[in-house]
T-cell receptor
Framework: EAGVVQSPRYKIIEKKQPVAFWCNPI?????LYWYRQNLGQGPELLIR????????DSQLPKDRFSAERLKGVDSTLKIQPAELGDSAVYLC?????????????FGSGTQLSVL | EDQVTQSPEALRLQEGESSSLNCSYT??????LFWYRQDPGKGPEFLFT???AGEEKEKERLKATLTKKESFLHITAPKPEDSATYLC???????????FGTGTRLKVLA
């Protein structure tokens, strides 16, 4: 069974440039999460989707971040424009059902460096 | 406010030297407490879920326990391949949100 797939693995951009991350969750998983992990910290939730609906985006900086999950499968997270403080690892995770107490399956993440 | 605190931040052990990692939490309506392992350059990998005080789970050299205020991850006779960051997370009852701690970086020396 394929795991959660993310791309790209690494991205280096200059500040004020746009950047996008892509995630393909495990087949059949209804719930998709985007987390941001700063160095030496635990993952912090940015947005959670149940199918194609964003059910928790309270921590998403909406002035510069946007996300979509078309047809309830793949998802894209975008930052425009990027700032120096956005440098972090962006993790995508999925689970069967977000309202159950279920384990999350994580991708390997996209490491973003903003110069 | 829902919160998770892990200690110590970092731990160095000799191979075979058993120890415990701590995860203290405050959460409204605990739905579950999760332990994950994270290797450098990878996403967290699931280890255990605990649901109620008194529950214990084991996997190879790892044993997780849960009380009403904290969880312990016991590592018995660790090996160098156990070196990783161990993350604790709780799922809050009302919001279903997973809240992660900052992790314990474990290094096991041969």
């Amino acid at each position: 069974e394929a795991g959660v797939v993310q791309s790209p693995r690494y991205k280096i951009i200059e500040k004020k440039q746009p950047v996008a991350f892509w995630c393909n969750p495990i087949s059949g998983h209804n719930t998709l999460y985007w987390y941001r992990q700063n160095l030496g910290q635990g993952p912090e939730l940015l947005i959670r989707y149940e199918n194609e609906e964003a059910v928790d985006d309270s921590q998403l900086p909406k002035d510069r971040f946007s996300a979509e999950r078309l047809k309830g499968v793949d998802s894209t997270l975008k930052i425009q424009p990027a700032e120096l403080g956005d440098s972090a690892v962006y993790l995508c995770a999925s689970s069967l059902d977000g309202t159950g107490s279920e384990k999350l399956f994580f991708g390997s993440g996209t490491q973003l460096s903003v110069l | 406010e829902d919160q998770v605190t892990q200690s110590p931040e970092a731990l160095r052990l000799q191979e075979g030297e058993s120890s415990s990692l701590n995860c203290s939490y405050t959460v409204s309506g605990l739905r579950g407490l999760f332990w994950y392992r994270q290797d450098p350059g990878k996403g967290p990998e699931f280890l255990f879920t605990l649901y109620s005080a008194g529950e214990e789970k084991e996997k190879e050299r790892l044993k997780a326990t849960l009380t009403k205020k904290e969880s312990f991850l016991h590592i018995t006779a660790p090996k160098p391949e156990d070196s990783a960051t161990y993350l604790c997370a709780v799922q809050a009852g009302g919001t279903y949100k997973y809240i992660f701690g900052t992790g314990t970086r474990l290094k096991v020396l041969a």
